[in-house]
């Protein structure tokens, strides 16, 4: 079994709305000095191989087409 994490962020230049809230939250409650936030999301997943060059292909399909909008984010996979 491959497990594998799959972090996806907005690319640069992409407005952020959700983080410049929390952002704004974060100094409403007294956390100052934090310079920008930046909201993303993340996925572990789990493959029914033990073939880790196989199970990179197939999660980075997996974000290709489901897991990540390509045109404005970013993704990172990693075994783990």
């Known amino acids: 079994m ?9 690319k640069n230049g992409v407005l952020d709305p959700q983080g410049k809230a929390i952002e704004g939250a974060l ?3 007294g956390f100052n000095g934090v ?3 930046r ?3 993340v996925f572990d997943l ?3 191989t033990a073939d880790k060059a196989q ?8 974000c290709e087409k489901l897991l990540a909008n390509t045109v404005i ?6 075994i783990i």
């Open 2 to 10: 491959i497990k594998a994490r799959v972090t996806v962020t907005l």
């Open 27 to 29: 100094d409403a409650l």
């Open 35 to 37: 310079g920008s936030v």
């Open 39 to 41: 909201q993303g999301k």
């Open 46 to 48: 789990e493959l029914d």
């Open 55 to 62: 199970a990179e292909i197939e999660i980075n399909a997996m």
């Open 73 to 78: 984010e970013n993704y990172q996979v990693e």
